[in-house]
């Protein structure tokens, strides 16, 4: 069974910093893409980040400059370290990822998420 768990999420007030953390665990073979979503009040799930198993990064035009993912392949961990952060960027923050796993005797591969971890900036 593989899970992600976020952590970090928190209050914070504009222009202050947050880094969320998240750890994938269970019969993992292989990770590849790793990335983080936001979803605020009435809105849909958005891509904030995403970086490949090589290093390659993407990000969303609204988090350009401020926001930077990371991850660290031997922990199974992803990162994301927010700054300068605005009112605007409160939301439930979810890792997901997709990961090659066992099943028994056999592997597949899944894509999943985290259970999200919340993130209120005040003005």
């Known amino acids: 069974q593989v899970q992600l768990v976020e952590s970090g999420g928190d209050l914070v007030q504009a222009g202050g910093s947050l880094r969320l953390s998240c750890a994938a665990s269970?019969?993992?073979?292989?990770?590849?893409?790793m990335g983080w979503y936001r979803q605020a009040p009435g809105k849909q799930r958005d891509l904030v980040a995403r970086?490949?198993?090589?290093?390659?990064?993407n990000y969303a035009d609204s988090v350009k400059g401020r926001f930077t993912i990371s991850r660290d392949n031997a922990k199974n961990m992803v990162y994301l370290q927010m700054n300068s952060l605005k009112p605007e960027d409160t939301a439930v923050y979810y890792c997901?990822?997709?990961?090659?796993?066992?099943?028994?005797?056999?592997?597949?591969?899944?894509?999943?998420w985290g259970q999200g971890t919340q993130v209120t900036v005040s003005s």
């Open positions: 269970g019969s993992i073979i292989r990770i590849d893409d």
């Open positions: 970086i490949s198993n090589g290093g390659s990064t």
């Open positions: 997901n990822a997709d990961i090659e796993a066992y099943s028994g005797p056999h592997y597949y591969t899944n894509d999943y």
